[in-house]
């Protein structure tokens, strides 16, 4: 009998993580030990927001270096996971009727790799990425997340990775020890809270959490993530934060894990 696996939000911050150590690589290190060792990863994104709903078809998926301004030795990494056209002919099945578009061109993107460098070192784990359709509702993806609720029954990890809080024109590049804003704090709590609750409905109807979410969700891409997990949830799964912080004073690094 096939594990029931966890469902896992993870704040991705900086790129430079993906050949950092430290509190938040360790972490995600850590979270890939504790988890049982999945068939295949699906990821949801930050970075594939775009106008349609699409799920990456190739055999050998392309490391995306979508960034800029940073050290060669980032530009050098290479995750060399191989993708799953059956895990993406599954995921197009449970989407049906939505349209769902088998893409051979995109591969796996910075919100991906550079966590599961840590998580999942060897690359040797099939990873499928679905995009995030950006002309839709935050209802709509919560509901993308439940129709998918069948993978963690068949050993599919499905992994959001984005950030809770992410306001880059507040960020303190290049600077350490910099205390979060009171802003960010206080909508990172706001959130930790209403998931402890199960209050599904405050989180994905967000804009009415007030000033404070305005600030930390400033555009949506980031956030959205969550919510395809939090659809996966199960009325008694619990709920854990198994990495924490918040980097440059607006980037919250929570990871959310579910069951």
């Known amino acids: 009998m ?10 991705h911050g900086n790129p430079m993580n993906a050949i950092s150590k430290n509190v938040y690589s360790e972490g995600w290190t850590s ?16 970075h594939w927001y775009i106008q349609s709903c699409s799920v990456t078809a190739n055999l050998a998926p392309r490391t995306i270096h979508d960034f800029g301004g940073f050290p060669r030795e980032l530009y050098n990494m290479k995750y060399p996971a191989p993708g799953s056209p059956e895990l993406a002919r599954r995921i197009k099945g449970l989407l049906a009727p939505l349209s769902v578009n088998l893409d051979e061109s995109w591969g796996l993107d910075h919100g991906t790799w550079s966590v599961l460098t840590h998580v999942f070192p060897e690359a040797d784990i099939p990873v499928v990425q679905l995009s995030i359709d950006m ?12 129709k998918l609720a069948a993978l963690r029954e068949e050993g599919i990890l499905v992994i959001g990775s984005g950030n809770l809080v992410h306001n880059l024109s507040a960020y303190a590049w290049g600077e350490s020890g910099i205390h979060p804003f009171d802003w960010a704090l206080r909508f990172e709590t706001k959130v930790r809270e209403l998931l402890l609750k199960g209050e599904d409905s405050q989180i994905i109807d967000y804009e009415r959490l ?25 009325k008694d799964d619990k709920v854990s934060f198994p990495v924490q912080g918040v980097d440059g004073g607006s980037v919250s690094m929570l990871a959310v894990q579910i069951g």
């Open 2 to 11: 096939t594990d029931l696996m966890p469902a896992i939000f993870f704040g």
């Open 31 to 46: 979270i890939g030990k504790s988890v049982p060792r999945p068939k295949a990863v699906l990821s949801v994104s930050a």
């Open 135 to 146: 002309t839709k509702s935050p209802m709509f993806h919560y509901q993308v997340g439940n």
């Open 210 to 234: 007030g000033p404070d979410a305005m600030l930390s969700v400033p555009t949506p891409e980031h956030y959205l993530p969550l919510l395809y997990v939090l659809g996966l949830r199960r």
